[in-house]
């Protein structure tokens, strides 16, 4: 059976194996956890849909990459636009200032 408990000489053999900076975060409460979404993001009813089950962030890096290789600035703007355009109306929030309130807070 899989133990996922991490001991600190688990830490000493990463140390051994790694000698470059190591981040260490505890988490000791549930509300200490800040979940992410990070994995297969194309369109923006993914974020949409990523907030509404409860993550606190999308990390969509990947779409802006590919628009910064392809036309520079102007491919980033392009990228933003496509994911904002392909939100279905029906899908978007309420917008009650929650974690999964889309509009915007400049």
């Not at 993001?41 to 802006?64: E, Y």
């Not at 990228?79 to 929650?98: N, T």
Request: aromatic share 6%; with cysteine.
């Amino acid at each position: 059976m899989f133990d996922g408990a991490v001991r600190w000489a688990d830490l000493e053999w990463i140390r051994n194996q790694w000698d470059g900076p190591i981040a260490l975060k505890g988490v000791l409460r549930a509300d200490e956890v800040e979940v992410l979404f990070d994995s297969g993001i194309r369109r923006g009813s993914d974020i949409v849909t990523a907030l509404s089950l409860g993550a606190h962030a999308v990390l969509a890096g990947r779409a802006h990459l590919y628009g910064l290789a392809a036309a520079g600035a102007p491919g980033v703007r392009h990228a933003i636009g496509f994911q904002h355009g392909r939100v279905p109306p029906g899908r978007l929030p309420v917008g009650d200032g929650g974690h999964c309130d889309t509009r915007s807070h400049e």
